[in-house]
Structures are given as structure tokens and as C-alpha cells.
């Protein structure tokens, strides 16, 4: 006998919410909305797996510019 049709959906979900994690901590140049279009899900959702796998806070407010070399 297969999986049930709620175990394939909760092994498809952990698999997206662990490559959603993934873009997360690797991509803090991305805002949440870009992230939110990108993947198609929720502000919820991303906060959901913040806290799901521990994402420490990104950083806020204006980026720093760069020196012009000249």
C-alpha cells in the first residue's frame, strides 16, 4: 500500500517550506515581497518558516552605499 494522500501532502509541504528556508538564509538581498511573487505564497507563510527552522531577522532599513571609487 502507498502513502495516504496526507502524508504526500505533508512530505510536499516540508519539501517546499525547506527550500523556501533555504532561499531565506542564503538570499537576505531579497525582500519578502519579491520572495512572496517569486514562490507564490503568503507573508504568513514566510513567517511560518522563519520560525519553523530558526531564520535569525534580516537586516532593516536602507543599504548601505558603496564607495565611489574615482
Same mark, same amino acid.
Given at each position: 500500500?502507498?502513502? =495516504?494522500?496526507?502524508?504526500?501532502?505533508?512530505?510536499? !509541504?516540508?519539501?517546499? #517550506? &525547506? =527550500?523556501?528556508?533555504?532561499?531565506? =538564509?542564503? !538570499? $537576505? #538581498?531579497? &525582500?519578502?515581497?519579491? /520572495?512572496? @511573487?517569486?514562490?507564490?505564497?503568503?507573508? &504568513?507563510? /514566510?513567517?511560518?518558516?522563519?520560525?519553523?527552522?530558526? /531564520? $535569525?531577522?534580516? @537586516?532593516?532599513? $536602507?543599504?548601505?552605499?558603496?564607495? /565611489?571609487?574615482?
Amino acid at each position: 500500500m502507498g502513502m =495516504s494522500m496526507n502524508a504526500k501532502l505533508k512530505t510536499a !509541504r516540508r519539501n517546499f #517550506d &525547506t =527550500s523556501l528556508a533555504e532561499v531565506l =538564509s542564503a !538570499r $537576505p #538581498d531579497l &525582500t519578502h515581497r519579491e /520572495i512572496e @511573487k517569486e514562490f507564490g505564497v503568503s507573508e &504568513t507563510v /514566510i513567517r511560518r518558516v522563519i520560525k519553523q527552522f530558526a /531564520i $535569525p531577522p534580516r @537586516k532593516r532599513g $536602507p543599504k548601505a552605499k558603496e564607495a /565611489i571609487n574615482g
